[in-house]
């Protein structure tokens, strides 16, 4: 049975609900993310979870910050909730397995988006006007090619039930100052192309994805919210891979698939049918599996 929401019962405050996570607060310095297996797609929170998604989101992040370490520092404490206090464990059937502790930062209000192919949005807006967010980028380009370079490529961060806007580099100077947008940007470039380096080792193509950073007590950037899951990256399949048309992925796409050939994008109040809820939890399963060389156990 999926978990689609948490209560705890007022043991613990919680500070915020977004489209898959409830946060709450520990103490002055932690906080404990809760990953439910809530789906969104188009900005719309489905009516039904699919089962054990906010599990498989946990663990995929625990890998990549393992990984990515060397690269930025994280947020990211322990998936060990045992030190919870005691009437918070007592719903612990709730967060076993789908839960991190981590340090609380001031978050930085972007989303800090890395392409390193043509597709989504962003192919939308070049067969338009032959950019991407603003940015001119090689002419006759073809779906889902990549692009000579990785490129950096903003949004900005919506209120649950808003939109994210895309936005030129430029904007984002103008929301978090020019020096963390200098940062951030390094930052998104270089923990794309290692993670992308790995993937490329386990038969995957990591298209795109959207990185989130915080500001520590020193005004160091640091990586925070999940990191390179299928709810915040587009993976494909290596061995199916060509250009020039839609790709086999083991993200939501799927879900977005069902959604527009079913002229149902962007409404509220969507329930997936078993299916469509069953073969999207498949397709996460498959990428913790490639990704991690692990067997998958809920």
């Known amino acids: 049975?999926?978990?689609?929401?948490?209560?705890?019962?007022?043991?613990?405050?919680?500070?915020?609900?977004?489209?898959?996570?409830?946060?709450?607060?520990?103490?002055?310095?932690?906080?404990?993310?809760v990953a439910t297996d809530r789906i969104s797609a188009y900005d719309v929170i489905m009516k039904n979870g699919v089962k054990d998604k906010g599990k498989l989101l946990t663990q995929i992040s625990k890998f990549w910050f393992s990984i990515l370490s060397d690269?930025?520092?994280?947020?990211?404490?322990?998936?060990?909730?045992?030190?919870?206090?005691?009437?918070?464990?007592?719903?612990?059937?709730?967060?076993?397995?789908?839960?991190?502790?981590?340090?609380?930062?001031?978050?930085?209000?972007?989303e800090a988006i890395v392409r390193g192919y043509l597709t989504g949005s962003a192919w939308k807006e070049y067969k338009k006007e032959?950019?991407?967010?603003?940015?001119?980028?090689?002419?006759?380009?073809?779906?889902?090619?990549?692009?000579?370079?990785?490129?950096?490529?903003?949004s900005t961060k919506a209120e649950l039930g808003e939109h994210d806007q895309n936005i030129h580099p430029s904007e984002a100077v103008k929301i978090i100052g020019e020096e963390y947008s200098?940062?951030?940007?390094?930052?998104?470039?270089?923990?794309?192309?290692?993670?992308?380096?790995?993937a490329e080792t386990k038969g995957i193509i990591i298209a795109d994805t959207k990185f989130e950073f915080g500001v520590d007590e020193n005004g160091s950037v640091v990586l925070v919210d999940e990191v390179l899951t299928p709810d915040s990256s587009?993976?494909?399949?290596?061995?199916?891979?060509?250009?020039?048309?839609?790709?086999?992925?083991?993200?939501?796409?799927?879900?977005?698939?069902?959604?527009?050939?079913?002229?149902?994008?962007?409404?509220e109040g969507v329930e997936m049918p078993v299916d469509i809820a069953e073969m999207t939890r498949a397709k996460y399963i498959e990428a913790y599996e490639q990704l991690t060389g692990q067997k998958w156990s809920s």
């Open 182 to 198: 200098k940062k951030v940007e390094e930052l998104a470039l270089k923990l794309y192309i290692k993670a992308k380096e790995h």
């Open 130 to 154: 032959g950019t991407v967010h603003g940015i001119k980028v090689r002419e006759g380009m073809k779906d889902s090619e990549a692009f000579d370079v990785p490129i950096y490529t903003p």
């Open 234 to 267: 587009r993976f494909w399949r290596a061995d199916t891979y060509e250009i020039g048309k839609s790709q086999d992925s083991y993200d939501k796409q799927f879900l977005r698939n069902w959604l527009t050939s079913n002229d149902l994008a962007y409404k």
């Open 1 to 33: 049975m999926a978990v689609t929401t948490t209560d705890l019962e007022g043991s613990l405050p919680l500070i915020a609900k977004g489209k898959v996570r409830d946060i709450y607060s520990v103490n002055d310095s932690t906080l404990l993310f």
């Open 71 to 110: 690269v930025c520092p994280n947020h990211f404490i322990s998936t060990d909730i045992s030190t919870l206090c005691e009437s918070a464990l007592k719903n612990k059937d709730q967060l076993e397995g789908r839960s991190m502790l981590v340090r609380k930062y001031k978050v930085l209000p972007i």
